[in-house]
């Protein structure tokens, strides 16, 4: 359920997407809510986080965000910006809302331009107009028109109790392929939008979100590759009724937040392309939190490691290769490394264990790999894929 | 044909293949060789990488090398340690060679230790040396008995005249899955033995091999996976009669040996697990060597370019993608990239190209991706393959 004061919805715009798939989404607040954002860190960046840079720069408070699938318009110079901030221009006119007031994202095929009828266009929005609403049944016509590869929607909400009064979150999100945080700031390559009748002001929210994030999305890795594309935006409307958090009552919201953004993000790692199993790695007892998340980053990202858990095979040297190449200075001989529910090395030396059970656990949907460095005491998890013919499939023939 | 002074051979030893598949090869000089070596720089080292670098520390100048492929001795401790020592020692003794004066290498599976047999080992080893010599066979041996995963013999051999006498230089390396250099120094995931009858002291050699190495086995990737075994060692014994090089004869041993290693680095590549196609990567007119080194890297260790490249797909999406990842500022305005023969982006902007032509120049066995920066002069080309069905099942059932 939607929280207070958003409508959101769903069309077939015929902007990105060609047999009448639904390809452009609205999430729509009833008044100016508090907004945060992450971008990618790409050089390379798509027309709508160009715009959405820019209009970040003059105001903090949006009314709502439009978002298209199919076509990423990236790399389409300024055509490219033009037709972003006219799609944002027709939908605040005939919605009746302020100029500058919606922020706008994209996803799918670099270097093509968004198929732009002006004829048409406006009529569809009117469409959308009429249709939009807080029905479950908008809620998943606005989730289907932001993805592409992705094989399931990827919706999370929340509901917590703070200070007597009822606050909602609610998330959905987009990945696939292309999936790996930046180092620097936040990055994966995804959309997310996430939607709170919570009462937050500006620089409040944008910290929430950028701490979440480093938990969440930037731990999350298909293939190491990053897009040009990637956006996560936040509004937070105040329509709860409950007011302004107290300090009890925004940690209360952060918690629900957190579990919020780490639920999206896995889902994302779980429907990475052609990906059979889910996994989530964690390095244990490193020096440095940087630590364990550097070297669970390069496990997370390693093909041959990524083909291993396809092929449900406890390859633990993978696991002591992947880290090894990382700058982290370990001690082997105290490493400790788990695959599914396999102890499969300890103090420097592999471990004897029958390869029936470790291929039994390995065949799970869901894989846990451990590598405990007992050398200190910070942890870090990452969140991944495996590697499957499937990924080799969808990749070669993306575009056609 | 070998440089002079060289014996090479190869056995089945029985010490990490089954089957009788020949595991074990022996490089030979037959006066002791100046010795120039390169090693992974992965933080786990296996054991024969730590026992060469102890013998480093104590000699300069080496009698050959002993290799063994099948079985990694890495992860392997003390034991380990103990085990590349007794095999030097059996080969020393009955090739009747001073102690310390071999050094080692081995490749195949993490955390198994070497079968070794201390009946039966130094007899296979006394067979060896019966059977050792210079003959082609005898070349062809030795390489088969390095070799894991590769689907064919990588050997280059050169021949230079030099102040009117002939050196020559042979090579051979193996390579396959796990292949990515490590910007730390050296690293490609490989073993490589480089054997000349050129008359040059140590630290000429090294720094000659460290040159080299950064222009050719530096720039292969296949999966952007390191190991825990590579190694490159170049034996220079001075047989060839032709003396101390002067300057200019040094300058043309140089270009011969930059020849070779670029030749076997490219075969390396040409021969990634599951590839079906050799790529080169090269990034022009950026400001710095190292950042057209940078992008050419991180489009050749991406998954979602190699899979397009598998799909013949003239995506220069993804290349834009990658190169935008690096932390190299580049302006979008005035990239052009070709793929294969396609133009496919000049200035910022898509050009139209004929998806069938696409298709069908990067059906062909050998792709040249040309990423233009357009905003500076320095170069730099990149080895790499596709990533094909073949690279997750060959890497999905790797140890079995």
Redesign the interface.
């Known amino acids: 359920m939607l929280p207070k004061g958003f409508k959101v919805g769903g069309i077939c715009s015929g902007l990105s997407k060609k047999k009448r798939k639904k390809d452009l989404a609205l999430f729509i607040s009833d008044v100016p809510a508090s907004t945060a954002c992450i971008f990618t ?4 960046k798509a027309a709508p986080v160009l715009l959405d840079i820019e209009r970040l720069k003059v105001g903090n408070k949006f009314l709502g965000v439009i978002a298209n699938s199919g076509c ?1 318009n ?4 300024v055509k490219g910006l033009e037709d972003a901030e006219y799609i944002c221009s027709v939908c605040e006119n005939i919605f009746g809302l302020d100029s500058l007031s919606l922020l706008c994202a994209s996803t799918g ?4 331009y968004l198929n732009i009828s002006k004829d048409a266009f406006p009529e569809k929005i009117k469409l959308l107009r009429y249709s939009i609403g807080a029905s479950l049944k908008n809620e998943e016509e606005a989730i289907l028109a932001i993805m592409t590869t992705d094989t399931f929607i990827k919706k999370v909400e929340k509901e917590v109790i703070v200070e007597g009064g009822k606050i909602r979150i609610w998330g959905c999100a987009k990945g696939a ?2 999936i ?1 945080p ?1 180092l ?1 700031g936040f990055h994966a390559t995804m959309l997310s939008f996430i939607l709170t009748d919570a009462d937050i002001e500006n620089t409040t929210l944008q910290e929430i979100l950028e701490e979440s994030a480093d938990k969440s999305f930037n731990c999350v890795s298909i ?6 594309n990637d956006t996560v935006i936040v509004l937070a409307n105040g329509q709860s009724g409950v007011g302004k958090l107290s300090k009890e009552g925004l940690s209360i919201f952060v918690n629900a937040f957190d579990e919020l953004t780490l639920d999206l993000a896995k889902s994302v790692a779980e429907d990475g392309e052609g990906a059979t199993k889910f996994i989530e790695i964690e390095v244990k007892n490193a020096k440095t939190k940087k630590d364990a998340k550097l070297i669970a980053s390069t496990i997370a ?5 990524k ?2 858990m ?2 449900s ?1 406890a ?4 696991v ?11 001690d ?2 105290k490493v400790s490394i788990y695959i599914g529910d396999i102890h499969t ?1 300890k103090d ?3 471990l004897k264990f029958s ?1 029936g059970d470790a291929k039994k656990s390995l065949s799970k949907k869901e894989i846990k790999v451990i590598m405990d460095l007992n050398i200190g005491s910070e942890s870090s998890k990452y969140y991944t894929c495996d ?3 499937d ?10």
């Not at 990236?74 to 110079?77: F, K, M, P, V, W």
């Not at 293939?223 to 040009?228: E, L």
């Open positions: 860190q790409n050089t390379v990423a990236a790399c389409t110079g095929v670099i270097g093509q392929g292309m790996h930046n620097h293939d190491g590759d990053t897009s040009t990202t390693s093909p041959l490691f083909a291993a396809f092929g095979d390859n633990w040297g993978r002591i290769a992947a880290a090894g190449r990382t700058e982290v200075d370990f082997i001989s090395f420097g030396f592999a390869e590697f499957s013919y990924y080799i499939r969808i990749n070669g023939d993306y575009r056609s």
